[in-house]
């Protein structure tokens, strides 16, 4: 794993050092982070779980939003990302993109300690601390490029001989020397992002309450932390320099949201062990009955852990006291979907107003109850509004796929099949599925948007194939049960690897 980390480390670094400049005085344009961005994001989603979950996303960004709206004009359009990892750190990376580990957001109390942690990252970008360390980096003699090259690709190709990972540590570590914040950097940092809180109507305590539970922790857990990433030095001086501002200003409690406790309890619910946080939300309910956010993650939890009836109860008892909030209305819905109660998910999800503002689980799992009282037209209605809005939601197109094959549509089911495995990343059966559906359309319209797929299928990677004996196959048939909607693994392999009908 440290091997691993360290050449994500040096690949970020081989980014910076690559990247072009304009005159060496100059620091990076706009621009230039920018373009940067785009690769440093690659890398990042490639060797990070950056969670994907509407709410938790709305509600991160939310917050940033509320911090930048009392700002001057920002030349980025900053974004919030959640990795999930029990790390307690966070950081931001070029052009506004900012990064809180799930470790973090879970040691949080309150709203306002996780405010402090976000307007201190803002400042960095605010301030370009970060171009002016890509600016640095890139001047800087320490490293000749022919030795990072060779350090990156020794470390990516998973040598085992101690002296490439010695060499791979020791440039790392070289680097991070280059690639690290100044203190100056970091005051600046402190004093804006004091600034920034205040100016979004959070008090300073929330922020003195996040810094004395990373001094307690020292950012523990950082060995899993790219180099590069390792950002927050002397946090016990940053606390004693805040002590003493706050000796002028009266004592407040920290600000707080149910938004922030419902969304750090879904991130330990869903994201984290199901059974450890079913143990985890009983405990807390056991010493506060009346608290809703753990009742809400008692619910998810349980629904994730396999016990849909139990964690029927439980939500409904959320909603009862909080019948307004959409969110825990299609949590409802789905949660009566998993429990087979499909006619009353229906009646929950259409009863919510502008289902798709909300995310794309309301209208999935509409379609996903529709789909199993077998209402393929209605099922094919809810997920193509589902990909019309969230065109990133994979499984729509899998499961529009599967509402095809049932009506016997087979060249609108091999196309949206094809579509799933394209982003899936698989395109070999993504390639099969639209060959097939070539084969069986009279539509020109559809077969150009066919041709058009398969020309993008040629730019994809091949995957490798499965060498374990013990590997799932690939190969599938369609069910042909009504509403069943699945692809069942066969157990003989005689197909190529491929899926019939």
């Known amino acids: 794993m440290k091997r691993i980390e360290q050449a994500i480390a040096l690949v970020l670094t081989l980014c910076l050092l690559l990247w072009p400049a304009g005159s060496t005085a100059d620091a990076m344009t706009v621009k230039e982070e920018k373009e940067l961005a785009e690769e440093f994001l690659e890398t990042i989603h490639k060797h990070y779980h950056v969670i994907d979950d509407f709410i938790i996303h709305e509600y991160i960004n939310d917050l940033g939003g509320r911090i930048l709206e009392n700002l001057p004009p920002q030349p980025f359009d900053y974004k919030f990302h959640v990795i999930n990892q029990d790390t307690v750190n966070a950081f931001a990376g070029p052009a506004g993109n900012i990064f809180i580990f799930s470790g973090l957001f879970e040691t949080m109390d309150t709203e306002s300690e996780l405010a402090g942690i976000v307007a201190h990252e803002i400042a960095h970008v605010s301030a370009r601390h970060i171009s002016d360390m890509i600016e640095k980096s890139k001047k800087s003699q320490m490293l000749s490029m022919a030795g990072m090259i060779a350090g990156i690709l020794v470390g990516l190709g998973g040598a085992s001989s101690v002296g490439s990972a010695l060499s791979i540590g020791s440039m790392a570590a070289g680097q991070s020397m ?54 927050h030095p002397a946090t016990r001086q940053r606390l004693t320099n805040l002590e003493n501002m706050l000796m002028h200003h009266p004592e407040n409690k920290p600000s707080d949201s149910f938004a922030f406790q419902r969304t750090r309890a879904r991130l330990k619910a869903l994201y984290g062990q199901s059974g450890r946080a079913v143990n985890h939300f009983r405990q807390q309910l056991e010493r506060d009955p009346e608290d809703q956010a753990a009742l809400y993650g008692l619910a998810l939890a349980l629904a994730e852990n396999g016990q849909p009836e139990s964690a029927l109860e439980a939500i409904k008892k959320t909603v009862a006291r909080r019948p307004d909030d959409p969110f825990m209305a299609i949590d409802l819905g789905r949660i009566f979907f998993l429990s087979g109660k499909h006619e009353k998910a229906i009646h929950t999800l259409t009863g919510i107003d502008n289902l798709s503002r909300y995310g794309p689980d309301g209208l999935f799992y509409l379609g996903r109850s529709h789909m199993s009282r077998g209402d393929f037209d209605k099922a094919i209605a809810a997920f193509k509004e589902t990909n019309r809005n969230f065109p990133d939601h994979e499984r729509t197109l899998y499961f529009l796929g599967n509402c095809y094959g049932e009506q016997n549509r087979l060249d609108q089911a091999h196309y949206y099949l094809g579509r799933y495995y394209r982003k899936t990343g698989d395109a070999e059966n993504a390639r099969f599925h639209f060959n097939r559906a070539l084969d069986r359309t009279g539509s020109e319209t559809l077969a150009e948007k066919i041709h058009k797929e398969l020309a993008e299928t040629k730019k994809m990677p091949e995957k490798k194939e499965e060498t374990d004996e013990n590997s799932p196959s690939r190969d599938f048939y369609f069910s042909g049960k009504a509403g069943a909607g699945v692809f069942e693994p066969r157990s003989t392999s005689g197909q190529n690897g491929k899926i019939s009908w």
Do not use: C, H, M
Not at 205 to 230: C, F, M, N
């Open 178 to 231: 280059i690639l690290a914040y100044t203190r100056e950097n970091e005051l600046e940092a402190d004093f804006l992002g004091r600034r920034y809180l205040l100016e979004a109507d959070y008090d300073l305590y929330g922020l003195r309450e996040a810094l004395s539970k990373i001094r307690d922790r020292e950012w523990y857990g950082e060995e899993q932390v790219p180099t590069y990433l390792k950002t």
